[in-house]
DNA sequence: TTTGAATAACTTGCAATGCAAGGTATATTT
DNA sequence: AAATATACCTTGCATTGCAAGTTATTCAAA
C-alpha cells in the first residue's frame, strides 16, 4: 500500500477542480498539488492525464508566453469538465462516507438508527 | 473515472479495519462493504487481497464450521496489521484533507484566514 | 443418487492508472 | 557553449480491481 495507489481514479478529478478555480498549466498543477498537500506529483502523471482528458473533451486548451521558458499550455474547463467534475464529486463524497463507515467501526453494531 | 478506480489502494485498509472490529470470514465482508456504501465488492476483488495481506504477515486465519456451506476462513489482525491500519489511517486522513482541499476552491484566493 | 440453489473460497486474464526515467525545447546567466 | 530553471511530452513497468469461471459443502426436492 502506498500513497499514489490511493489517488488512482482521484487525481484526475482533482485536476477538473483546481482547473475548474482559473486557468492553470500543467507544471504549475504539481505545485498546486503539493500545496493542498498530495506531495510531489511526478509530470509524468500530470501530462498523460491532462491529455487524455482533453482527447475526452473535458478540458480544452490554449499557449501562451511565459516570462521565463517555453510556451505553457493553460487549461479551462469545458461544459462536459464541469458535469464530470459534479459527477466526480458525487463520488468522491459516496467514497468519503463509505470508508469513514468502514474505520469507525464502533462498537455498537444494530444500532444505527433511521439514518 | 469510474468507483472502482478510487478504491485503488483504499479496499486493503478498509478490510484491515473491518477486520479489527472482529473476526470476519471474506464472503462476510462483501455484505459488510456493501453496508458501508461501497457497493457490491466482487469476491474477485476480496479474495486475492486477503491472501496478499496473509502472505504479508498482516493478518491470520483459522476455518471454521459453518451452518450451511462449507468452512469458513476467518480473518485476524496480526501486531503487523495493527501497524498497518494505522498508517494506513493516517495516509487517508491525509488524502481525504488534500482532496477536500483541491475541491474546496473558494473563490477567495490568499484570504483563507485563520480557519 | 441426481439436480438445483445458497453458501464459501479460489484462479485466470484483462484494463486502468500512477510514476521513474528519459527526451525535447525555451530563456537567462556565465 | 555550458549550466540552470522552466515547461511539456513519451515509454515501460508495477499495482490493483474485477468479470468470469472453478471447486466444494449443505440443504431441499424428486
Redesign the pocket.
Known amino acids: 500500500?502506498?500513497?499514489?495507489?490511493m489517488?488512482?481514479?482521484?487525481?484526475?478529478g482533482c485536476l477538473l477542480a483546481i482547473i475548474r478555480g482559473k486557468e492553470v498549466?500543467?507544471?504549475?498543477m504539481t505545485e498546486r498539488l503539493s500545496d493542498y498537500g498530495f506531495g510531489e506529483?511526478?509530470?509524468?502523471?500530470i501530462?498523460?492525464?491532462?491529455?487524455?482528458m482533453q482527447r475526452e473533451g473535458l478540458v480544452t486548451s490554449v499557449k501562451k508566453?511565459?516570462?521565463?521558458?517555453?510556451?505553457?499550455?493553460?487549461y479551462s474547463l469545458t461544459d462536459k469538465g464541469h458535469k464530470e467534475l459534479e459527477e466526480f464529486l458525487a463520488r468522491w463524497k459516496r467514497l468519503e462516507k463509505s470508508v469513514n463507515n468502514a474505520i469507525r467501526q464502533e462498537t455498537n453494531e444494530g444500532s444505527e438508527g433511521s439514518g
Open positions: 500500500m502506498s500513497q499514489t495507489q489517488m488512482k481514479g482521484i487525481l484526475d498549466y500543467g507544471y504549475e506529483v511526478s509530470e509524468g502523471t501530462y498523460p492525464l491532462l491529455m487524455r508566453e511565459s516570462t521565463a521558458g517555453p510556451k505553457r499550455k493553460y
